[in-house]
């Protein structure tokens, strides 16, 4: 989707926002409801699907990787894009595969956000190597139970706890272990890693809301599925 006021005669940047798991381009639009925020910013979005036929996933890692970086050739080629604010977004699933593609052609992708999602810390402490700094937010709930912000289990590989697994991302991209700053109240708790002076990695983890993006939409009869109001996840 490229903002109202899209011209090639100057670059946009561009932010990839991947879908999670047994969901597809429609639903993350769904989730994320109100997209004023990227037109304001005049961003370029896109919303790739993973592989399945209704429902998708990315559930095979290498492929995905080629076709996310495949699909970054046919953006640049087509669209006015600035190559230095190159974004990508993913939620749940769709988080997991986002940090492999940033471990992949980290010198292609200038942040990261990821909502609702985990580090795969064994991935990024033995196959990730990045060429550059990668800054980071990670968004997720205290509720959240498909994502839980503690270890757990997912297709059969362990995930260490949320802040286990983003303090190995701040490590990649020469932060000390443990935060620099950390803001705790009533709504959230906000940890910082910081480098030469830099805000770097964030993780938020929020006080209520479930396994959805920040104050876009969920599925109201399905309690763990209830979006937080607390913070805008765009």
């Given at each position: ?157 362990w995930y ?41 990695v964030s ?32």
């Amino acid at each position: 989707e490229k903002p109202l006021n899209y011209n090639n005669k100057s670059t946009h940047p561009v932010v990839l926002i991947l879908h999670g798991h047994h969901e597809s381009d429609k639903f993350i639009k769904y989730r994320i409801g109100n997209s004023n925020y990227f037109n304001s910013n005049n961003m370029i979005t896109v919303y790739p699907n993973g592989s399945g036929f209704i429902l998708k996933n990315w559930d095979n890692v290498n492929k995905e990787l080629f076709f996310l970086n495949t699909l970054l050739d046919t953006l640049f080629t087509s669209y006015a894009i600035d190559t230095n604010r190159v974004y990508l977004a993913g939620f749940s699933q769709g988080g997991m595969l986002a940090y492999k593609m940033a471990c992949a052609y980290s010198h292609r992708i200038t942040a990261l956000a990821i909502v609702g999602s985990s580090i795969d810390s064994a991935y990024i402490n033995n196959r990730c190597s990045l060429s550059r700094p990668v800054p980071l937010i990670s968004i997720n709930s205290i509720k959240d139970r498909a994502c839980p912000i503690d270890s757990f289990t997912y297709k059969g590989k362990w995930y260490n706890s949320i802040e286990s697994g983003i303090a190995s991302w701040a490590l990649k991209n020469d932060c000390a272990i443990t935060p620099d700053s950390i803001t705790t109240n009533k709504k959230y708790n906000v940890k910082i890693w910081r480098k030469d002076s830099q805000d770097l990695v964030s993780l938020w983890i929020l006080s209520n809301g479930g396994h959805a993006w920040p104050q876009g939409k969920g599925f109201l009869f399905i309690p763990h599925f209830r979006p937080s109001k607390l913070i805008n996840g765009n």
